[in-house]
């Protein structure tokens, strides 16, 4: 006979656990503490097991009988209810620990064995588990794109825009990590495009009169700072390449009798190595700073030791000694100097862009100008040392 809830209710313990029936292998198990637990026993593949829904009367008569109709379904269909049930805790389980916090470490981790450079797995790192922290713990699944939106909105209105617009990339770059190991099914920044302000552009400030720059030429030269450091300014305005590339690089890296400087792929922006036409005027100051490196380390080492390199600031603050703010000139700058002068000079736009190591989007064409245009731009760094002579004997 089926059990009525008065039945379930009254249901007193006794000296032994005890079974109360409800039909088709549901019964209501009653221990000898009074607690009463709902559980079905049926057999599979010749086998008998018992499958528990929970205590009674947190799960009603009426809900374990769903229950048990639900288990009868999976055994028409030949599945064992109590493997499904394994199943879904597992799954759950997973679910529960495919956070988001957890994808950005194994993103990180991806990162630096790709060898990315220190800066960018700083940054990376700086914006996942700093900016990025409200996601931390939530199933990377459940996050929407109105959550990721909410927390973006409020960096932007502080004022930081370019954060937020990177930060969203890095976010995206997770769940791209997490679909392609079937951990998420959709990418939701991807409604976002369009949704954050752009960033205001300053620009890098930058002298582009040939005759100011000259001035900022000789300044450099007369600088009465640490030699390194001079050396660096002015072989920065040589060789074109960005100040963090002369900064970190290293004695090795130099074929003074082939005049080549060979820059590694990890220490160049766009991850692919960089080979850089050592003109007269380049290796001569390389000559004045030899005598200050040790003689496999840096080229152009900091005041404070031989074993570290100048400072990030150091070529920016030795300009503001010299007497130019940072809203004439930078040190990144020198290559908008240079890209400048030397287009409207009607130079070949496609050498010149070698020249910066600026990645061509076509991968073919990328290839071609690396293997074809290395004489031209030799000549053509040849030139611009000898413009920037010129420029200087002028004054």
């Not at 379904?73 to 620990?97: D, G, M, Q």
């Not at 240079?338 to 989007?361: C, G, M």
Request: some cysteine.
């Amino acid at each position: 006979m089926p059990l009525s809830d008065f039945a379930c209710k009254n249901a007193k313990p006794k000296d032994k656990p005890y079974r109360l029936a409800d039909g088709d292998g549901l019964y209501l198990f009653v221990q000898k503490s009074g607690a009463k637990l709902w559980q079905l026993r049926y057999r599979f593949l010749e086998k008998e097991n018992i499958l528990s829904f929970g205590k009674y009367p947190v799960v009603s008569l009426l809900d374990a009988r769903e229950k048990r109709d639900q288990a009868k379904r999976l055994l028409v269909a030949s599945i064992n209810p109590s493997t499904k049930r394994k199943e879904e805790k597992i799954a759950a389980i997973t679910e529960a620990r495919t956070t988001f916090g957890l994808i950005a470490e194994e993103y990180i981790r991806r990162l630096a064995e790709r060898k990315a450079a220190s800066t960018t797995i700083t940054k990376t790192k700086w914006l996942l588990e700093d900016l990025a922290s409200p996601l931390a713990k939530r199933p990377i699944k459940e996050i929407t794109a109105a959550e990721i939106l909410q927390f973006l909105q409020r960096i932007e209105k502080s004022g930081r825009r370019e954060t937020a617009r990177r930060l969203r990339g890095v976010i995206s770059s997770v769940f791209r990590l997490a679909i392609v190991t079937l951990r998420a099914e959709s990418d939701p920044t991807l409604a976002l495009r369009g949704a954050l302000q752009p960033p205001k552009s300053n620009g890098r400030a930058a002298i582009i009169d040939e005759r100011k720059f000259g001035r900022l030429l000789v300044a450099i030269d007369e600088y009465d700072g640490w030699p390194t450091l001079r050396a660096a300014l002015q072989f920065l305005a040589l060789t074109c390449v960005r100040p963090g590339e002369v900064r970190g690089a290293t004695r090795d890296e130099f074929d003074r009798e082939k005049a080549v400087w060979r820059i590694p792929a990890e220490r160049m922006k766009m991850r692919v190595p960089h080979d850089v036409p050592l003109s007269r005027q380049a290796l001569r100051v390389l000559d004045e700073v030899w005598p200050h490196s040790a003689s496999e380390g840096l080229a152009f080492p900091s005041i404070r030791s031989i074993k570290r390199p100048l400072s990030e600031n150091a070529m920016n603050a030795a300009l503001r000694r010299i007497g130019y703010s940072k809203s004439e000139v930078t040190a990144h700058g020198f290559r908008v100097t240079a890209s400048t002068i030397l287009n409207a000079r009607n130079y070949d736009p496609d050498v010149i862009e070698a020249v910066l190591a600026h990645q061509d989007k076509n991968t073919i064409r990328r290839t071609y100008n690396r293997a074809t245009y290395w004489e031209q731009r030799v000549t053509l760094m040849q030139k611009w040392a000898d413009l920037l002579d010129t420029l200087k004997g002028e004054l």
